[in-house]
């Protein structure tokens, strides 16, 4: 869908197909996205002006905080990626400069256009390979080869092609065996690049090198030429590898950085998870980074500023970024004011029970009960979960949230697990057989765990 198209109610709409409630979440998060088309279309100077609004969600957990920005992400094909704000404050990475989710951002934008470019130019990389291979299968015989210099005119130049009308129809019949798939099964020997490994070099890459924005990997890389490797493959992979070789040397790798860049300037979204574990008093902190110094590290991204990448200059001003925590013991007001002032818009989700747990279990596009439905049909069992089992599961899940921890609609995974744990595993003996789950079946296969506190803290 094209974002002209993607209105706040369409945008909510879409949403609507993945989670269940939260529209008060749904609402800010496509009004943002609506406002950031808007500030594309109004003039140039005053777009310059128009800051994003990022947005605090403030929820429990497993209520879709995450899912609603993920899905939000996915509609316009905006450049995506969740922080942990909380991991800047280990001890581990004492020091690590928060910069880096940008130049995360900006490597994924980058193979997110990379392969765009590469899907564009498919055909002709296609007909490239094409020949490529049908010069390995008939390569220009040597009498030929005498022939044409024969035949060179004084000047040593070669006359046109045209001259040699018998390689030329063998190879446009060669092309036409090879389309129609009669050589499928041969083999052929075809020279192709070898993928590089450099298993020492990983090591010392993580070593915090990456944050000066260079790829020791690559640029050692870079010492040591292209190495070709004689690869003896069927037809049909042979064509695959060459295409594939094809579309990377077709695409232009500076128009592609300029894109890419581009699209996480415009368009990119940082999903700050764990917001509240860097917001509070720092006394409990021991050797970890202060939680306020997180904070103020993250300040300049959030504010605007440009950040060096190896593919360039980024800047961050428009960049929307998406909060998230769950705020129990702290409020979005303990946040440094500064921080404060970037995220204007709070929405609270709400903690999900009975009613929503019936629904996420069936409604969205890849519910959970349709996947186990899916999963077992592949097995060639039949399952169907009957109306009554499906309040029965929803129930369960509330009932164990309660007692024990609320994590929210993940606690609808464990117990699913539990309930079909039988069916799992014994679903290919079970071929053509079709299996009903009913409310007894649920009580059957739940109550034992669900009454033995000892046993559900673990199962369930
Ligand atoms: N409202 C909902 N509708 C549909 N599915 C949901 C909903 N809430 C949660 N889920 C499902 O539960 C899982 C966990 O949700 P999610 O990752 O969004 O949790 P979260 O709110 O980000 O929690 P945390 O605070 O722990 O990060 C997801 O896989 C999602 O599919
Ligand atoms: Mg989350």
């Known amino acids: ?37 808007r500030r594309q279309n109004v003039s140039a100077e005053l777009g310059e002006e128009i800051s994003p609004k990022n947005i605090i969600m403030i929820g429990p957990t497993g209520v879709g905080k995450t899912e609603i920005a993920r899905r939000l992400a996915k ?59 049908l010069d390995v299968l008939l390569p220009p015989k040597p009498q030929e080869k005498k022939v044409m210099d024969m035949i060179a005119d004084g000047n ?59 790829n020791v990997k690559e640029m050692l890389g870079n010492l040591f030429p292209q190495k070709k490797k004689k690869r003896r493959l069927k037809v049909p992979e042979a064509l695959e590898i060459l295409s594939e070789e094809e579309a990377q040397r077709l695409v232009d790798m500076e128009k592609v950085t300029r894109t890419a860049i581009e699209r996480v300037e415009q368009s990119g979204i940082v999903f700050l998870d764990e917001i509240d574990k860097i917001v509070g008093s720092d006394q409990t902190q021991g050797p970890d980074v202060s939680r306020e110094g997180v904070q103020r590290d993250l300040l300049p991204i959030v504010e ?24 129990s013991a702290t409020k979005p007001s303990d946040l440094i004011p ?26 969205p596009h ?25 309040a ?12 024990m921890e609320n994590i929210g609609a993940r606690r609808l995974y464990t117990i699913m697990e539990s309930l079909l744990d039988e069916i799992s595993f014994e679903a290919p003996e079970m071929k053509g057989q079709e299996v009903v789950i009913d409310a007894d079946y649920v009580a059957k296969q739940l109550d034992a765990i669900v009454e033995d506190e000892d046993l559900s803290r673990y199962i369930l």
């Open 304 to 327: 605007g500023s440009t950040v060096n990448t190896r593919y360039g200059m980024v800047k961050t001003d428009h960049i929307l970024f998406i909060a998230a925590g769950a705020f």
């Open 1 to 37: 869908m094209s974002s002209d198209d993607l209105t706040p109610r369409k945008i909510v709409e879409k949403l609507d197909q993945y989670i269940i409630g939260q529209h008060k979440a749904k609402r800010a998060v496509a009004i943002a996205l609506r406002n950031r088309w």
């Open 156 to 214: 040593g130049t070669t006359l046109p092609a045209e001259y040699v009308p018998e390689q030329e129809s063998t190879r446009e019949k060669l092309r036409r065996f090879l389309r129609e798939g009669r050589l499928d099964s041969r083999f052929v020997e075809i020279e192709v690049n070898e993928v590089r490994s450099t298993p020492m070099i990983e090591i010392f890459s993580s070593a915090g090198m990456e944050d000066m924005g260079l």
């Open 338 to 363: 500064e921080l404060q002032g970037r995220f204007p818009i709070r929405v609270e989700l709400n903690s999900l029970g009975k009613e929503e747990f019936i629904r996420i279990l069936t409604e």
């Open 392 to 403: 029965a599961i929803a129930e369960t899940a509330t009932l164990v949230n309660d007692r």
């Open 75 to 133: 509609l316009d094909n905006s450049p995506f990626i969740k922080i942990e704000a909380s991991k800047f404050t280990e001890v581990g990475y004492v020091g690590r400069d928060v910069e880096s989710m940008v130049r995360d951002l900006v490597e994924l934008s980058v193979g997110m256009v990379k392969s765009e470019e590469q899907g564009s130019v498919r055909t002709k990389a296609a007909e490239l390979a094409e020949d490529r291979l």
């Open 366 to 390: 890849n519910a959970l009960v349709k996947q186990y439905i899916e999963m077992m049909a592949t097995e060639g069992v039949r399952i169907t979960f009957k109306e009554d089992a499906i």
